[in-house]
């Protein structure tokens, strides 16, 4: 035998809800990509590392350039010429390698000719110094600019509905942008997704394709989605007393490139039978005035009731 399994597959707001554990190998996955790995960190924690790879790099080159004071003996005699001018404690060697490192240049420290060792040393800091800039503007930039920022400008409904359309009964959901910028294409997709844990503690997850009427939308003003529940489809045999009791998720996606930024990304959410409402129908959100197409979001969510048979669209038919 088997049970229902009653977690989400999706949430609501896109995010899988899915748990690793025991990956071969993990942390070396980690470090072997850690372009990608903070990306997806954190900001605080991204801020941290890189906070600590400036301090760290600071200091690392301060106790090179102190243990030069020592060995070329500028602590020990001030009377001789130096290796690095007014490097003559640990301090200042710390200080030496702060204002190297971000080109600050306050005038008081600076290299001498004496010490090719030192010379050395300050031109690997310039070079890692460089590699630590170029590293820090690309995360930042690659993770402001991160596709999921856009994702949560692009919503679902909270609920999808179904009703009766040019004679079929139909499963619905609304799709909106929340920002004036459009989309140059969009690609809608919906899967059936069924979870089911056997008494043994195996766990099956089935997939069912929903065949959507019109997959390419231009998402200019919201649009409702439309998933005709004809012959062929998983909803076909299902009628509200068997969806009332039904356990599956309906997982929606919508696959767009973004007219700004030329960048693709995906939006995904979920409804479980609880959320699809039967007999119900989205309001109107689209009003003409003379000059525009005004859309109120405030409806964006709304829905009337309409009068569909409770039947399985097979018997309907």
Known sequence: GFQSKKHRYIRKEGNCNIVFRHVPEEWLLFVTDIFTTLVEIRWRVMFL?????????????????????????????????????????F???????????????Y?????????????IVVTV????????DTFVIGIVVSKMASARKRAQTLGF????????????????????????????????CAQLVRSMVHATGKVDVTYDDLRIMQKEIALVTPTT???????????????????????????????????????????????????????????????TTKRFHRVDYNL????????VPEVSPEVYE
């Open 49 to 89: 590392i890189f906070a600590l790879s400036y301090i760290l790099s600071w200091l690392f080159f301060g106790i090179i350039f102190w243990i030069i004071a020592l060995a070329h003996g500028d602590i020990q005699d001030e009377n001789i010429d130096p290796c690095v001018y007014e490097v003559r404690s």
């Open 91 to 105: 301090t200042a060697a710390f200080l030496f390698s702060l204002e190297t490192q971000t080109t600050i240049g």
């Open 107 to 119: 005038g008081a420290r600076g290299m001498s000719e004496n010490c090719m060792i030192a010379i």
């Open 125 to 132: 800091q310039d070079v890692i110094s460089c590699f630590i």
């Open 157 to 188: 409904s909270n609920c999808a509905v179904i009703n009766l359309r040019d004679g079929f009964l139909c499963l619905s959901w609304r799709v909106g942008d929340f920002r004036r910028h459009h989309l140059v294409e969009g690609t809608a």
């Open 225 to 287: 989605i439309t998933h005709r529940m004809e012959p062929g489809s998983p909803l076909y045999k299902m009628s509200l007393a068997d969806l009332q009791k039904a356990d599956f998720e309906l997982v929606v996606s919508f696959t767009y490139t973004d007219d700004s930024t030329g960048m693709l990304h995906q939006t995904r959410s979920s409804y479980t039978p609880a959320e699809i409402l039967w007999g119900q129908v989205f309001q109107e959100m689209i009003r």
């Open 300 to 307: 964006f969510n709304h829905t009337a009731k309409v009068l």
